[in-house]
């Protein structure tokens, strides 16, 4: 059901996970980093129910009251991954939108007609990508001759 990679891992990668959330700042900490902590918290609170001892009604109690504590974490977990999931794409999205060279044409644009999307001239000629799309040749050929003029 959860991903037992960080569980399997040693205690070092443990206390880093740890040591990762108490030291930024609550604006800094990702979603991944309380995943880590909440697996690690599922661990220790499984070992802690299985270490209950005896079927009297205290013990059933605890184990209980340990098992609901899993349960609701569990399903943090899985609520937090499938955001997760979809906050991922949505921020490549994003990325892939913006215009990295300031030339008029998203990331995007660029990239599906071959352009350099961090170069506002790509083929170096002088015009920018963006007017070079909209121009027809003659008047490409009119505003290259009409910038050699000025030199």
Do not use: C, W
């Not at 990331?107 to 352009?115: D, H, N, P, S, V």
């Not at 083929?123 to 990508?129: F, H, L």
């Not at 007017?131 to 030199?151: A, D, G, H, P, V």
Request: glycine share 6%; no cysteine.
């Amino acid at each position: 059901m959860r991903n037992r990679n960080f569980i399997d891992s040693g205690i070092f990668e443990k206390a880093n996970a740890f040591s990762t959330i108490n030291s930024k700042k609550m604006e800094e900490i990702k979603i991944e980093d309380f995943l880590k902590i909440f697996d690690a918290s599922l661990e220790r609170l499984e070992a802690l129910r299985d270490s209950v001892k005896g079927n009297g009604f205290r013990e059933k109690e605890l184990k209980e009251a340990i098992g609901e504590i899993i349960d609701k974490i569990e399903k943090t977990i899985n609520e937090q991954s499938v955001r997760l999931e979809k906050e991922i794409p949505y921020e490549k999205h994003m990325e892939i939108m913006k215009d990295h060279d300031g030339d008029g044409l998203s990331t995007r644009e660029e990239l599906e007609r071959g352009l350099d999307p961090f170069s506002k001239d790509s083929d170096g000629n002088g015009i920018d990508d963006r007017e070079e799309l909209y121009l027809s040749e003659i008047e490409k050929q009119k505003k290259l001759e009409k910038e050699r003029t000025i030199f």
